[in-house]
């Protein structure tokens, strides 16, 4: 018995993981650049960047991501072994 395409979780849940990493990047770059110093003409874009804003809005939304990642490669396990117990029958 063939299983939906559709019923898979361990897509869904890749989705997520690929939107909250995006996001996560997203709001660190915008997180480095609301709060750079004014000193940008003297030092260069780079230098006035605030990394450590960045990073703090950064890593909680990465390590959710790769978390989630974690829990797709379970679901992914589960699916195969629902599919060979249905092969079986």
Same mark, same amino acid.
Request: proline share 2%; glycine share 8%.
């Given at each position: 018995m063939?299983?939906?395409?559709?019923r898979y979780r361990?897509?869904?849940?890749?989705?997520?993981?690929?939107?909250s990493i995006i996001a996560g990047v997203m709001?660190?770059?915008?997180?480095?650049?609301i709060t750079f110093s004014t000193e940008?003409?003297?030092?260069g874009i780079?230098?006035?960047f605030n990394w450590t804003n960045a990073l703090i809005?950064?890593?909680?939304?990465?390590a959710v991501?790769?978390? @989630?990642?974690?829990?797709a490669q379970f679901?992914?396990?589960?699916?195969? @072994?629902?599919r060979n117990e249905d092969d079986e029958e």
């Open positions: 063939k299983i939906n395409r559709y361990s897509d869904n849940i890749i989705t997520f993981a690929w939107v709001l660190g770059i915008f997180a480095g650049m940008y003409t003297t030092h780079i230098e006035s809005a950064f890593i909680p939304l990465f991501g790769m978390l @989630l990642f974690g829990l679901s992914i396990m589960i699916e195969e @072994l629902n």
